[in-house]
């Protein structure tokens, strides 16, 4: 193309009308090779972007495969801390379950509260000798000799005591019963009529 032009520059002798024709020639020729470049990239652009789409899906896999790895191993370090967490926790409650019931079984002893032993073992006690009791009421009874009834003495009246501890609750006293035929005596003072 720039041959002819240099051409159609030599020879000036030449028409414009020659000249106008060579120009349209020219951007003709030019137009052709605009739409051959165009048409060439089309079909290589669709190759390569058939390529590149390929190359995309193998990356994707790759990495979700990666992805998937990773969140695997991160989910399987979260449950071994949650469950040595879960384990620690568990022993500390354990230890302050522990600590809470003897702080309880203390209080309640010093408060004279039977423990769950205690009831145990004086029920046990009770049976034995519910079972002791019916073996002798199944033997025969052996004829005893009472002995005669004693007369109770008298008892004077103590000074009080005073201290800081409380008194115990006394036994029950029981009373000697005198035979019917000896005179009631009385202590304390005696009132005469006159």
Known sequence: MVKKLQKLSADKKKSNAQLSSTVKDSA????????????????????????????GLTI??????VAEEKITEATSR???????IGSKAQGQWDKLENIFEDRVAKALSKLGVPSARDLEAL?????????????????PAKPTAKAPAKKAPAKKAAPAKTSA???????PV?????????????????????
Do not use: C, H, Y
């Open 78 to 84: 979260v449950t071994t801390m949650a469950s040595d």
């Open 123 to 139: 029920s046990a006690r009770v049976d034995a000798l519910a079972k002791g009791k019916s073996a002798t009421a199944k033997a």
């Open 28 to 55: 003709q020729q030019i137009w052709l090779a605009g739409l051959g470049a165009f048409s060439k990239a089309q079909e290589e652009g669709g190759k390569v972007f058939e390529a590149l789409v390929k190359e």
């Open 174 to 194: 029981k009373k000697a019963v005198a035979p019917k035929s000896a005179p009631r005596t009385t202590t304390g003072t005696a009132t005469t009529t006159n």
């Open 165 to 171: 501890k409380p008194a115990a609750k006394p036994a």
């Open 60 to 65: 994707q896999r790759k990495t979700q495969a």
